[in-house]
Nanobody, 113 residues
Framework: QVQLVESGGGLVQPGGSLRLACAASGIIFDSTVMGWYRQAPGKQREFVAVITTGGLTSYADSVKGRFTISRDNAKNTVYLQMNSLKPEDTAVYYC???????WGQGTQVTVSS
């Protein structure tokens, strides 16, 4: 059974930082491309970042230079370091195993003063 469990969300002030984590089980993690997506209220889910099995990364233009995706294959975990957060980053953040299309349950990130 595949499980993706996100953690690390919360309330942060503009300009602050958060680190999200997604722990995976039931997949061959080191052979799986992993991604982060987000969905703001009233909007469609959108791509945030992706990391390949070899560590290559790609980002949405809206987060480039502020967010960093990384992975620890020994821990079956993918991370999203989010810096210089803006109110428009407020959303539920989801991780996804690109192989198989499995989603986590999401973690809420709220950026507000």
């Amino acid at each position: 059974q595949v499980q993706l469990v996100e953690s690390g969300g919360g309330l942060v002030q503009p300009g602050g930082s958060l680190r999200l984590a997604c722990a995976a089980s039931g997949i061959i993690f080191d052979s799986t491309v992993m991604g982060w997506y987000r969905q703001a209220p009233g909007k469609q889910r959108e791509f945030v970042a992706v990391i390949t099995t070899g560590g290559l990364t790609s980002y949405a233009d809206s987060v480039k230079g502020r967010f960093t995706i990384s992975r620890d294959n020994a821990k079956n975990t993918v991370y999203l370091q989010m810096n210089s957060l803006k109110p428009e980053d407020t959303a539920v953040y989801y991780c996804k195993s690109q192989t198989g299309g499995y989603w986590g349950q999401g973690t809420q990130v709220t950026v507000s003063s």
